[in-house]
Each structure stands twice: as C-alpha cells, then as structure tokens.
C-alpha cells in the first residue's frame, strides 16, 4: 500500500536559517505529492504541490521537488520566519479514481527570533 | 467564500456510546472526505461522500457510517465508541472526485474525547 514518510520534529530553527524537511513515500505507480501546513487552532492547508517526476511545486518561499529516483519529495525554505511554525505533513494521491490522500505523521516546526 | 465548517469544536464520550459528527462543506463543493487525525499521527482516510453517495472507504470498520445531504453537509457516526476512537475528526471538502489535485479544504475538527 501508500505510506509516507518524514523525519521526526520537532524541528527548532532560528529566524532566517535553512529549513529541509525530509519526507520519502512509497506507493504504486505515480502519485501526485504535497505539503500541508498546520498552524495552531486552524485547519490543515495546501502548501504547494507537484503532480508529475521533477515537477517543483512552490509557495510563500517554500520549495520541494518530485524526485522519483530517489522517491522524495523534501520541503525547503531558504530564510524561515517566526511566523512559519506550525506542524508540516507531506501527503500523495494515488490515480485510484478519486481525490483521497496519505499523510505522513507530520513534523513540527519552531522558529524563534 | 464560506470555508468549511465542523461542529461541534470538543466533545467528551464515554465507551459504547454513539457520536455524531457535522460537517459543511465549502460552497461550490460537492465531495466530502473525513479523516481521523490520533494525537501524534498523521490524518487517516475514513470515507468520502460523492453526491449523497459513499465513494471511496479507508481501513476503518463499519461502525463508522456517513451521510451526505443534498446541500453537501455531511455527517460523521461513530457507534460503540472505544477508547482508540479519541481523536480529531477533519472534515475536507473539494470539487468532483478523481481529479487528483488534492487541494482538500480542510475544517478545524472537531477533537473527540473516549472515557
């Protein structure tokens, strides 16, 4: 079956350092991939997606690109903010005829200033 | 635009007993889907509804019954509540199925409590 997954939080940065979340999946075929972004008290979002092999999918300066050698899809942001703690989950989709996903357990992560 | 809402927010359960769940879905949206997010894990696929229609389950058991109405909203039962049943339920609606897009518009939850 589909699985995801992404390395354990939480992740502590300070303001402005290099952000890589790592996140591999396993699944059949060709699945689309994407980052969800939960902030405190509010509903999960879509962060950014990619949809076919060395798609890069972008949004708010966070990056990730489908790498289907290495069956990765790893977020990074060159500069984070305080403002971008919050719980990130990767997810794909598989092409089984309707819109459901599979998450990884989600990374946590916290900027201070 | 109305996002999606749930309701209620928080709700306290004790084992054996039945709980329903609400859900309205983003205007414009026809499918609902609803996940069970433990505390620590990532959400799990419990069912989506497709025009009043259940399209699509996840490996949970049938106590876990869903309806979906013409306006869309839709429900969440959960019978014979077990002490594994705490959990957030998330609501998601989207637009058609099968489009793989997978940009659900997710709802706050609502965080269920079993004692």
């Known amino acids: 079956g589909n699985s995801v997954t992404q390395m354990e939080g939480p992740v502590t940065l300070s303001e402005e350092a290099f952000l890589t979340i790592n996140c591999t999946y396993t699944?059949?075929?060709?699945?689309?991939l994407f980052w969800y972004v939960q902030y405190p008290g509010e509903g999960l979002q879509l962060l950014l997606k990619?949809?076919?092999?060395?798609d890069k999918g972008s949004n708010k300066g966070f990056e990730a690109t489908y790498r289907k050698e290495t069956t990765s899809f790893h977020l990074e942001k060159g500069s984070v903010q305080v403002s971008d703690s919050a719980v990130y989950f990767c997810?794909?989709?598989?092409?089984?005829?309707?819109?459901?996903?599979?998450f990884g357990k989600g990374t946590m992560l916290l900027v201070s200033p | 635009e109305t996002g999606v809402t749930q309701s209620p927010t928080h709700l306290i359960k004790t084992r054996g007993q039945q709980v329903t769940l609400r859900c309205s879905s983003q205007?414009?949206?026809?499918?609902v889907s609803w996940y069970q997010q433990a505390l620590g894990q990532g959400p799990q696929f419990i069912f989506q509804?497709?025009?009043?229609?259940?399209?699509g389950r996840g490996n949970f058991p049938p106590r876990f019954s869903g309806l979906q109405f013409p306006n869309y909203s839709s429900e969440l039962n959960v019978n014979a509540l077990e002490l594994d049943d705490s959990a957030l339920y998330l609501c998601?609606?989207?637009?058609?199925?099968?489009?793989?897009?997978?940009?659900?518009?997710f709802g706050e939850g609502s965080r269920l409590t079993v004692l």
């Open positions: 998601a609606s989207s637009l058609g199925t099968g489009s793989n897009t997978g940009e659900l518009f």
């Open positions: 699944a059949t075929g060709y699945p689309s």
């Open positions: 990619a949809t076919k092999a060395d």
């Open positions: 997810a794909l989709s598989d092409r089984s005829g309707y819109s459901t996903l599979t």
């Open positions: 205007s414009g949206h026809n499918t």
């Open positions: 509804y497709y025009r009043e229609e259940e399209n």
